[in-house]
């Protein structure tokens, strides 16, 4: 009996250690245009390492004038919602913007957008493969990508596009466990890419579920699921041009 009230006693005063979000202006990340990649780039490192997973961005528009590192190990990029907190990538060199590796990634109440004159790549990438690894189990929530309320095709475009707006990549995730599995997309909005909105290749039980993939200026809207491992997927989202290649690919009563 002492020793449990002892123990409630040491339980009540000393202190326990919880996982915290970093700032990411506790790395040099702030919105006043200079380039946050290398900020991010520490905050990956730690986050990736330590046990706080979290990078919080507060609200603003954070310029990238050079790419970041890839997500990996469980982290998490958050903001203060789409309309509050934007990432903007403002180099021309396309690629990816923001990519993940991995297993357990999570992006979430923020806006990914491209900085006029910029154009072509990825805004959004996780990937799988035989030489990275096994990839799957992340989150995408309360995320947009560019907007749709002006016309892009003619000059003064307030923002650049990118050419896919999110893809799910297990192209080259041949071995166990292949492609990539178990990606969820939810509340997740796509607008104004050129060449397609969202592209999930070998996918494996990924679900979208809220928002969609809309038109902006005469870009592309549409979402393409295939590949010979695509199994299992289901999008309950404002899709207008749905692109199945592989039978199969899709389960539920939705699509």
Not at 16 to 25: D, G, K, R, S
Not at 186 to 191: A, D, G, K, L, P
Request: glycine content about 14%; overall charge neutral; charged content about 15%.
């Amino acid at each position: 009996m002492v020793r449990n009230v002892l123990l409630a006693v040491l339980l009540l005063i000393l202190p326990i250690a919880t996982a915290e979000a970093l700032e990411i202006a506790e790395f040099g990340g702030f919105p006043d245009g200079t380039d946050t990649a290398p900020a991010l780039n520490t905050a990956i490192y730690m986050a990736a390492s330590g046990p706080d997973k979290t990078i919080h961005f507060g609200a603003g528009s954070y310029t990238f004038a050079t790419r970041p590192n890839a997500l990996h190990d469980q982290v998490r990029l958050v903001g203060e919602g789409w309309y509050a907190t934007k990432l903007v990538r403002a180099y021309t060199s396309g690629g990816c913007f923001i990519e993940g590796r991995g297993v357990g990634l999570y992006v979430k109440d923020l806006a990914l957008w491209a900085a006029p004159g910029t154009s072509g790549g990825t805004a959004l990438n996780f990937v799988a493969s035989n030489a990275i690894g096994p990839g799957g189990k992340h989150v995408i929530e309360n995320v947009r990508i560019l907007e749709g309320t002006v016309d892009c095709t003619s000059a003064g475009c307030p923002f650049g596009s990118f050419g896919i707006g999110i893809s799910l990549d297990g192209t080259n995730r041949t071995q166990a466990p292949e492609g990539i599995r178990a990606v969820h997309m939810r509340n997740v909005i796509v607008w104004s890419t050129t060449q397609r909105a969202v592209q999930w290749w070998n996918c494996r039980a990924c679900e979208w579920y809220g928002g969609g993939a809309y038109q902006g200026g005469g870009t592309n809207q549409e979402v393409l699921v295939g590949g010979p491992l695509s199994a299992a997927n289901r999008i309950d989202a404002g899709v207008g041009t749905l692109l199945i290649l592989t039978p199969n690919s899709m389960r539920g009563p939705g699509r």
